[in-house]
Nanobody, 124 residues
Framework: QVQLVESGGGLVQAGGSLRLSCAAS????????MGWFRQAPGKEREIVAAINWSVSTTYYADSVKGRFTISRDNTKKTVYLQMNSLKPEDTAVYYCAADQGYRVVTVPEAYDYWGQGTQVTVSS
């Protein structure tokens, strides 16, 4: 069993930066693929970024490439999402998720555990 707790969301002006953190409990964190998803009002949940257990593979949605960076610290059982050059269209609830598989996957259905979400609002 894994519990995930996100933090770091908030209100920021366009062009600004935020760093999201996701702290995990459970002994097997280091073996999980971790993902960040987001969901805006009236829209489906979508993948933002993902990282495998060994940090050898990362994935980014086209909309965030070059602006967002996913990283993880297995000793701290924490995954991060550094978000730079934020745009109003990045406004959403951001969720951290864990997948027990070893490959990076991009569909929400593949993930086994979810955090409660943290709100990110980017003003224009």
């Amino acid at each position: 069993q894994v519990q995930l707790v996100e933090s770091g969301g908030g209100l920021v002006q366009a062009g600004g930066s935020l760093r999201l953190s996701c702290a995990a409990s459970g002994r097997a964190f280091a073996s999980y693929t971790m993902g960040w998803f987001r969901q805006a009002p009236g829209k489906e949940r979508e993948i933002v970024a993902a990282i495998n257990w060994s940090v050898s593979t990362t994935y980014y949605a086209d909309s965030v490439k070059g602006r967002f960076t996913i990283s993880r610290d297995n000793t701290k059982k924490t995954v991060y999402l550094q978000m730079n050059s934020l745009k109003p269209e990045d406004t959403a609830v951001y969720y951290c998720a864990a997948d027990q598989g070893y490959r990076v996957v991009t569909v929400p259905e593949a993930y086994d555990y979810w955090g409660q979400g943290t709100q990110v609002t980017v003003s224009s």
